[in-house]
């Protein structure tokens, strides 16, 4: 069964902004609430990487690459979590993931290509 479930992902010029949401639908608000959050990417030929995070004590991380330009949400009421990615460079193009701690659930990826 599909725990995390991304949508947002598509084609953009550099320069410009996407937002990437998760969700999941299946997870009781109390497991959603206790977990931290996680976005990562993996690009071809890369490993995946850590993006940026939102812990249960409302505090966020970033990649060194990203900061500035990325913001993590989450709404523990409607077992989200979004990405906000303005300010989009070729090197950002992967696929991206969310991510809950605990339990271990991704999903399933949603490609991000940014054309220069």
């Known amino acids: 069964q599909v725990q995390l479930v991304e949508s947002g992902g598509g084609l953009v010029q550099a320069g410009g902004s996407l937002r990437l949401s998760c969700k999941a639908p299946r997870m009781i608000l109390s497991t959603f609430s206790g977990t931290d959050v996680e976005w990562y990417r993996q690009a071809p030929g890369k490993q995946r990487e850590m993006v940026a995070t939102f812990s249960t004590d409302r505090v966020t991380n970033y990649a060194d690459s990203v900061k500035g330009r990325f913001t993590i949400s989450r709404n523990n009421g409607k077992r989200t979590t979004d990405l906000q990615m303005n300010s989009l460079k070729s090197e950002d193009t992967a696929v991206y993931y969310c991510?809950?701690?605990?339990?271990?659930?991704w999903g399933q990826g949603t490609q991000v290509t940014v054309s220069s």
């Open positions: 991510h809950t701690r605990t339990p271990d659930y």
